[in-house]
């Protein structure tokens, strides 16, 4: 017996690319950001990230190599600080283009499609920042290279045991996944601004980097057999990278840093302001490009519901690490916590709590989801407040040691400072060169979507030239 049907339900999905009839119109909108001349902004500012990046980044990095480590803040209790609080901090912001690329990609959510290009451009660039600080904070940079398992004449090997090193081999891993993974992705794409462009110097290098590419079933077989193995590859680094960072500190016996909660802590915190720096950056270029049809809502809201969901798990480690510190019934432990929360960089802890604990509840709210200038804003609090999440671990921990004659205050120096703010310039350089002169979106994955989504929902049959152009 069949039961009456009360009401109708709208099985159908939101689109994840508005507007766009045929599959012609996604690419041209995409490549015509490369083909074009670039807009005024764009010149002004790159000329500004690039002053920035070479006075303070560079600049300070000369003056740090030709005076000596004495130049930064540092003094004992607190021998790490704005370095180790930087290297984290970048470490942690690439995490989200290789989650959106390859776990997203594994589960097959479509909506990573128009983001997944421009995340995996922003690891390689958060990862190219992070590498900075533990080369500079050595104190001999000159015996950096003691870090790589080189065997030498005088046997001097590398400390495996040492954090520093286990460092150096899950970055550079994670590097090298990530270049990889974010090249392959491209090849299709090269490929069709080579047969797009008029200039003979563009066609030169996009066909050489697009490794002879003609769309054919043999190269589209080994192009994706290819991408999903590095997605299976990238999977784990996920997990890895930053438990390994979070090691630097779990593996000391230092009360604040001996938990065993930092690895899914950490991992947890990296993809939360992985998420946020995603969406700093693609908010404005959204808005600058016209991109709002193919990065849409859907997309903004999905990202600000992971951002919700990680900022969740980020706040309950915050209240398990106190309930811990008191349920060990270590005065060492107790005094640590309470210290952060009521000492004299109190003010550091509740920021980083108002930041990362209360700022992202307010994505329970479906309006905050979807008004991309809300989002903005609330994503740079997550960032200001992950920095400080780092700063707060490292500095507070140290600056109280077991003596109270030893007990100090840290306080940055400029060339702490203006290397941040260097680094940051760097970030966004790069970034801005990405935009210029590769496609920021994956045309060829946004087609797929498309064709998914009028299958899916048998609105209309994809048309000849959808057709040809597929």
């Known amino acids: 017996m069949s039961l009456p049907v009360t009401h109708a ?38 000329t500004i990230t690039g002053i920035i990046m070479l006075v303070c980044l560079v600049g300070n990095i000369l003056y740090l190599f030709t005076t000596g480590v004495g130049v930064w803040g540092l003094h004992h209790p607190v021998m790490w600080a704005w370095d180790i609080t930087n290297f984290v901090f970048w470490v942690g912001i690439g995490h989200a283009g290789t989650l959106i690329s390859a776990i997203l ?38 015996m950096a290279w003691y870090l790589a398992p080189v065997p030498n004449a005088n046997a001097i090997w590398p400390n495996f045991r040492s954090p520093l090193l286990w460092d150096v081999f899950a970055v550079s891993t994670y590097a090298t996944v990530s270049v990889l993974f974010w090249y392959v992705g491209l090849i299709p794409d090269l490929a069709t601004l080579r047969d797009r462009t008029k200039s003979k ?16 079933n043999r190269n589209w077989r080994n192009y994706e057999m290819a991408y999903l193995i590095l997605a299976g590859i990238s999977t784990p680094l996920v997990l890895s990278v930053h438990t390994v960072v979070s090691f630097d500190f779990a593996t000391s016996v230092l009360p604040g840093w001996h938990a065993t909660i930092f690895p899914p802590y950490f991992v947890a915190g990296a993809i939360f302001s992985g998420f946020a720096m995603v969406l700093t950056l693609l908010i404005p270029v959204r808005q600058m490009f016209g991109l709002g049809n193919l990065i849409t809502l859907k997309h903004i809201d999905n990202m600000t519901k992971v951002i919700l969901a990680t900022g969740c798990m980020v706040g309950y480690a915050y209240g398990m690490e106190f309930f811990i510190a008191w ?8 005094f640590v916590f309470a210290n952060r929360a009521g000492g004299p960089y109190a ?15 307010l994505f329970w709210f479906k309006w905050f989801r979807r008004t991309p200038w809300a989002v903005f804003v ?39 400072i203006f290397t941040f ?13 990405f935009i210029r002169f590769l496609p920021m979106i994956s045309i060829s994955e946004v087609k797929g979507t498309m064709q998914g989504h009028s299958l899916m929902n048998a609105d209309q049959p994809l048309d000849v030239h959808d057709r040809k152009e597929s």
């Open 378 to 416: 609330l994503c740079i609090f997550v960032n200001i407040g992950m920095w400080f999440e780092r700063f707060v671990i490292i500095v507070t921990s140290l600056h109280r040691d077991f003596l109270p004659s030893s007990w100090g205050y840290f306080v940055p120096s400029w060339v702490d």
């Open 9 to 46: 339900v709208d099985l159908k999905r939101e689109p994840l690319v508005l507007e766009y009839k045929h599959l012609g119109e996604v690419t041209g909108a995409v490549s015509e950001i490369v083909e074009k001349k670039a807009p005024k902004w764009w010149f002004v500012a790159a």
């Open 327 to 334: 349920y060990s019934g270590n005065p060492f432990e107790s």
């Open 201 to 216: 110097v563009k066609q030169f290098f996009f066909g050489l980097f697009a490794l002879g590419w003609r769309g054919s």
């Open 105 to 142: 990609f594994l589960l097959r959510q479509r909506w990573r499609t128009s983001i997944n290009r421009a995340a995996e451009a922003m690891t390689l660039f958060a990862v190219a920042c992070a590498g900075i600080f533990p080369g500079i904070h050595v104190g001999r940079w000159w």
């Open 421 to 433: 703010v260097g680094s940051i310039a760097l970030f966004l350089h790069l970034f801005l060169l």
């Open 347 to 361: 003010w550091a802890y509740w920021t980083m709590v108002t930041c990362n604990v209360i700022t992202p509840q």
